[in-house]
């Protein structure tokens, strides 16, 4: 099992930064990838961005490149994004995702979300 704890969100006005971070803790065996999902109301979750935990490779949404920034630090197993230039369509619930190859089918892990506010 692994848990995922956010942290950093908060209300923030246009063109403003945070640092979401995500903290793993349990068994981290398997987990090949660790990303970021958000989820505005009356729309579905939908990807941010990805990091690759061996390796580093990172993918992110159209709608983010060029302002957002994944990074990761094994040795704390803590997931960080970097949110600049926000805009306020960028206003939703941010989740933090771990995903375990150990067994097939792959498995999802949660966090619990952390509200992002974009306004003025």
């Known amino acids: 099992q692994v848990q995922l704890v956010e942290s950093g969100g908060g209300l923030v006005q246009p063109g403003g930064s945070l640092r979401l971070s995500c903290a793993a803790s349990?068994?981290?065996?398997?987990?090949?990838?660790m990303g970021w999902y958000r989820q505005a109301p009356g729309k579905q979750r939908e990807l941010v961005a990805t990091?690759?935990?061996?390796?580093?490779?990172?993918n992110y949404a159209d709608s983010v490149k060029g302002r957002f920034t994944i990074s990761r630090d094994n040795a704390k197993n803590t997931v960080y994004l970097q949110m600049n230039s926000l805009k306020p369509e960028d206003t939703a619930v941010y989740y933090c995702?771990?995903?375990?190859?150990?067994?097939?089918?792959?498995?999802?892990?949660w966090g619990q979300g952390t509200q992002v506010t974009v306004s003025s």
């Open positions: 995702n771990a995903l375990s190859v150990a067994t097939l089918p792959t498995k999802d892990y």
């Open positions: 349990g068994s981290m065996f398997g987990i090949a990838r």
């Open positions: 990091i690759i935990v061996s390796g580093g490779a990172t």
